[in-house]
C-alpha cells in the first residue's frame, strides 16, 4: 500500500488504495474495528440472551403465595418427621437411599406420588408414616401424618431434591 502512495504522489491520505490483481488502483473500503466489533455482539447477543433466560433462575414459573406457604408446611413437617434419619437430604441408616435425585431414581421413588406412596406406607427400613399404614410391624411408632401432611411431604422432598438440597435455614430467612 506505501508503493502506491509513493507512485502517485500522495503524501496524506484518507482512504488507502491497495492494486488488485489486474494491477489497477482502488480504494480500500476502510472498516473501523469497533463497527466489526458491534457486528459481532449484535449477532452474537440474541443467541447469549436465549441461553441466559433459559438457564436462569428468573426463567422458572412464579411462585405464589399458596405455594410458599405449602413450601413452609412441607419444611417443618419435614424437621419434625424426616430430618432425623435425612438431615440435608442423607440417610443415615441406609446411606445408598438419600433424598438426592440420583439416589431417589435409582431406587424408583423419583416422582411425588412414589414418595408419597413410601412415606405413607414405608420401604424396607424406612418407618411409613400415614394414619392407615399396614402392616403394623412396617410402621412408625410415633405420630401418624394425615394424607396432606405426607403430601406437603412428597412435594418438598421433591422440590429440595431438584434443587440439590440447598440449607433449609438459609431458605427461611
Not at 10 to 24: A, E, G, M, Y
Not at 136 to 142: A, I, L, M, N, S
Given at each position: 500500500m506505501k ?6 504522489g ?15 488502483m ?16 449484535k449477532?452474537?447477543?440474541?443467541p447469549?440472551?436465549a441461553?441466559?433466560?433459559v438457564?436462569?433462575?428468573?426463567s ?11 413450601i413452609?408446611r412441607?419444611?417443618?413437617?419435614f424437621?419434625?418427621?424426616c430430618?432425623?434419619?435425612h438431615?440435608?437430604?442423607g440417610n443415615?441408616?441406609?446411606p445408598?437411599?438419600?433424598l438426592f435425585t440420583?439416589?431417589l431414581?435409582r ?6 406420588e412414589a414418595?408419597y ?11 411409613g408414616f400415614g394414619k392407615e399404614?399396614?402392616p ?7 405420630a401418624?401424618?394425615?394424607?396432606e ?18 440449607s433449609?435455614?438459609t431458605?427461611?430467612?
Open positions: 508503493m502506491a502512495f509513493l507512485i502517485s500522495c503524501t496524506r491520505h484518507t482512504q488507502p488504495l491497495s492494486i488488485n490483481k489486474d494491477n489497477v482502488r480504494e480500500e473500503k476502510h472498516v473501523p474495528r469497533r463497527a466489526i466489533e458491534v457486528k459481532f455482539f449477532r452474537l447477543a440474541p447469549l440472551v441461553a441466559f433466560l438457564l436462569s433462575p428468573i422458572t414459573t412464579p411462585v405464589s403465595g399458596a405455594q410458599i406457604v405449602d413452609q412441607g419444611g417443618t413437617l424437621r419434625q418427621a430430618i432425623g434419619c438431615d440435608a437430604g443415615i441408616i441406609q445408598a437411599s438419600t440420583k439416589d431414581q431406587n424408583g421413588v423419583d416422582t411425588e414418595i406412596r413410601v412415606t405413607y406406607y414405608g420401604k424396607g427400613r424406612m418407618p399404614c399396614m403394623r410391624g412396617q410402621c412408625t411408632f410415633g401418624r401424618l394425615g394424607d401432611e405426607i403430601k406437603l411431604l412428597a412435594e418438598f422432598v421433591k422440590l429440595q431434591a431438584d434443587q440439590g438440597w440447598p433449609i435455614e431458605r427461611e430467612k
